[in-house]
């Protein structure tokens, strides 16, 4: 599933949640609505991250 802020900010439940960040830029647009120590990078390559749509 693609990172959705908005949806994310709308869900309170999710700020407890561990999350799992394909990508750097995924990281920065989640980290707008979540708090950033519940975010965790991946740092996986392009071709892996088309893997985990």
């Known amino acids: 599933m693609l990172p959705c ?3 994310a900010a709308s869900c ?3 700020k407890g949640e561990l999350i799992l ?3 750097a830029s ?3 647009e ?3 609505v979540l708090p950033a120590n519940r975010i965790v ?3 996986l390559p392009e ?3 088309l893997t985990m749509l």
Request: charged share 35%; no cysteine.
């Open 21 to 23: 960040a394909r990508s």
């Open 41 to 43: 990078h991946l740092d």
């Open 5 to 7: 802020p908005d949806l």
């Open 26 to 28: 995924e990281e920065r």
């Open 47 to 49: 071709h892996e991250q």
């Open 30 to 32: 989640l980290a707008q």
């Open 12 to 14: 309170p439940a999710l």
